[in-house]
């Protein structure tokens, strides 16, 4: 696959390969070590690319420093801060419900602008801790980061606004390491042997931060699509017959948010013995999420959309080995509910446009919809 800026690499769809790849010791995810002519400042990377591999944080990492980046981040994403945090997603999400109060009912209302973007943006904020008033500025900045079809220099302005506004927040953590997410990761970092520089840990926020809304935000659109386009499959989460997780788990499977992370690089030439592929030393390698969960030994009638499947569970859309997503439970708990309660609130809403039509993301990246209109009814 040529990716932006002619980076050749190895697309990877069988879901099997992609587990064995991706928790396998042949296979790094660090750039600045095991890419070849990258390491040595002799190949060019710019764009996107450039934004993705370029930071030092636990999913641009490999061994021993991928597992001391990362101990930080895991243990700011516990269960019972998940737990702690429902009351508090709760009331998120029924504060956005009541912002749409007094929508006609035969008025187009955008499910993403005015509904799905606030949850995740609310959650993280809350969870560090970012003062309200650098929220709109940050989100901005963030979006930008996931438009894989802008330029180098918009893409080099989105990462320094969001970094100029991490860098503030660190300064303020350093100082008051709260109860939040980022007190815990200060206070985590600092106990680890080689505590982490005020840079290293901006970097760790960038990553929660990014990794943590938009991908939330086409969560939450696309399950409510994928519900409301399949009434069947919807009144068996409304009767109670298949849990939310279940149509959740199946909705990622069918359409991930992350379609694909760039990128990984073999450690050393290697031959994988069940497939038989052999990879260079060096060689980049793209594994693609989105592909790999529509493959057809894994998953009968892969395009259909089916909440009882239960193999929608183990698909790869948290990734898998030791970069699995650590905020996947924070992730379930918010759509789940964002979810629900809107169902509950408005029982008659209907997309005001087929699926088909819906505007979706510009990236191999990023996937979902930028815009859904529906009728509240
Ligand atoms: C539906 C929502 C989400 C999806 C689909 C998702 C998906 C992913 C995927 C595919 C990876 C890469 C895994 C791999 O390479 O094997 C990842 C990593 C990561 N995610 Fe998520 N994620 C979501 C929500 C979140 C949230 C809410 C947070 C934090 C608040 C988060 C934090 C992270 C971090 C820090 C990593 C890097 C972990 C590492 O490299 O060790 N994600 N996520």
Redesign the pocket.
């Known amino acids: 696959m040529e990716l932006p800026g002619g980076v050749l690499a190895r697309a990877v769809v069988d879901p099997a390969l992609a587990e064995r790849l ?1 928790a396998g010791p042949h296979v790094s ?1 660090d750039a600045a070590r095991h890419w070849p002519g990258y390491r040595e400042g002799t190949r060019s990377v710019d764009g996107v690319i450039a934004q993705w591999i370029g930071t030092h ?5 490999y061994g021993d420093d ?1 597992r001391q ?2 101990a930080p ?2 243990a700011a ?1 516990t269960r019972r801060r998940v737990e702690a945090m429902t009351p508090e997603i709760e009331s998120i999400v029924q504060d956005v419900l009541d912002g749409l109060e007094g929508t006609g009912a035969d008025q187009n209302v955008d499910l993403v602008q005015s509904y799905a973007l606030h949850i ?1 943006h609310e ?2 904020t809350r ?1 560090l801790g970012v003062p309200a008033e650098h929220l709109p500025a940050f989100s901005t900045a963030a979006a930008g980061l996931f438009d894989t079809s802008a330029g180098a220099e918009d893409m080099a302005r989105s990462m320094g606004a969001v970094l100029a506004l991490l860098d503030r927040l660190v300064d303020s953590a350093r100082m008051h390491p709260w109860d939040n ?1 980022i007190g815990d990761l200060v206070r985590a970092a600092d106990a680890s042997e080689s505590p982490l520089s005020d840079t290293a840990l901006r970097d ?1 926020l960038m ?7 938009e ?2 935000v ?3 659109g696309t399950l409510l699509v994928h519900l409301l386009s399949h009434r069947d499959q919807l009144a068996l989460v409304t009767s109670g017959q298949a849990p939310m997780e279940d149509a ?1 788990m199946e909705s ?1 499977r069918l359409r ?3 379609a694909s ?1 760039p990128l ?1 690089f073999a450690v050393r030439q290697f031959q994988d013995s069940r497939s038989g592929e052999e990879f260079d030393e060096g060689e980049p390698i793209l ?1 693609h ?1 989105a592909g790999a969960n529509l493959d057809s030994e894994r998953y009968e009638d892969p395009e259909r959309f089916d909440v009882r499947r239960n193999g929608g569970a183990r698909s ?13 439970a ?3 708990r ?2 789940v509910i964002a979810v629900t309660r809107f169902l509950e609130r408005h029982p008659d809403v209907r997309l005001a446009r087929a699926p088909d039509l819906l505007e979706q993301t510009a990236s191999f990246i990023s996937n979902g919809y930028t815009s859904i209109a529906v009728e509240l009814g």
């Open positions: 991706s995810r944080n636990a999913l641009n990492s991928h980046l990362r981040i895991a994403l995740p959650v993280i969870l997410l760790q990553l929660i931060i990014i990794a943590g809304t991908t939330t086409h969560a939450i959740l990622l991930p948010p992350v992370v990984r594994v999420i790869l859309a948290f990734g898998y080995g030791p970069h699995v997503c650590p905020g996947a924070l992730a379930t918010e759509i």
